[in-house]
């Protein structure tokens, strides 16, 4: 199994402000992910981050709202910008299970989450 | 249409009882599906993967069948502890795609 570390665990914020989510992994991995959770629904992939390039954003998310950094392999930071009440959820940072350290075996290892609640 | 459906729920059911979850996916080119839980205010944990041959694992049986875009969970003997939602996941392919369903909540009742 992977050890990822989120953090903040919880925040909260005043809308036009940002937040800046961390994440850890501990193991060197290609790709990290972004998830979002809001209140009473499923997860939603934001973005993927990779390492040595611009991350990729999935269709409703934009760069300028939810910048992502990669600057290396067990390391992303997620920011939510110009926060509005809409933007409380959970933010999830995951990364996908390595078999052997090499091979991707589909299944996707998440961070604790980081709940904002934006006022 | 979404592209992973599950049954609506909330299901409540007694202590012991045999609980079924169903799902369906919109993608025929999807290679790989899971059932992952999620216990409230935590982070999704996978529960078990979906083979087409279907898969066992103690109470837990998965089904997947293809032709239809169905996957299935089956719990046996439910206890308290398997409280939580189930989500139905599938992805298209090894990397990034992966589709979480809206989720089945269950219950657990003494």
């Known amino acids: 199994s992977a050890v990822i570390s989120q953090k903040p665990s919880r925040d909260i914020c005043q809308r036009g402000t940002s937040l800046t989510i961390q994440c850890q992994v501990d193991?060197?991995?290609?790709?990290m992910f972004w998830y979002r959770q809001q209140p009473g629904q499923s997860l939603t992939l934001i973005a993927t981050?990779?390492?040595?390039?611009?991350?990729?954003?999935e269709s409703g998310f934009v760069i300028d709202k939810f910048p992502i950094s990669r600057p290396n392999l067990t390391f992303s930071t997620l920011t939510v910008s110009n926060l509005s009440p809409e933007d409380s959820s959970i933010y999830l940072c995951?990364?996908?299970?390595?078999?052997?350290?090499?091979?991707?075996?589909?299944?996707?290892?998440f961070g604790e989450g980081s709940r904002l609640t934006v006022l | 249409r979404k592209e992973v459906e599950q049954d609506p729920g909330p299901f409540n059911v007694p202590e012991g009882a045999t609980v079924a979850f169903n799902c369906t996916y919109s993608?025929?080119?999807?290679?790989?599906f899971f059932w992952y839980r999620q216990d409230c205010r935590k982070e999704p944990k996978l529960l078990m993967s979906?083979?087409?041959s279907g898969n066992e694992d103690g109470r837990f049986t998965a089904q997947l069948n293809r032709a239809s875009q169905y996957i299935s969970l089956l719990i046996r003997d439910s206890k308290l502890s398997d409280s939580a939602t189930y989500l139905c996941v599938v992805n298209g392919d090894y990397g990034q795609n992966f589709v979480f369903g809206p989720g089945t909540r269950l219950s657990v009742l003494p």
């Open positions: 993608n025929s080119a999807s290679q790989s």
């Open positions: 995951s990364q996908m299970a390595l078999a052997g350290g090499i091979t991707n075996t589909g299944e996707l290892f």
């Open positions: 979906v083979y087409s």
């Open positions: 981050a990779n390492q040595g390039s611009e991350a990729t954003y």
């Open positions: 193991s060197q991995v290609t790709m």
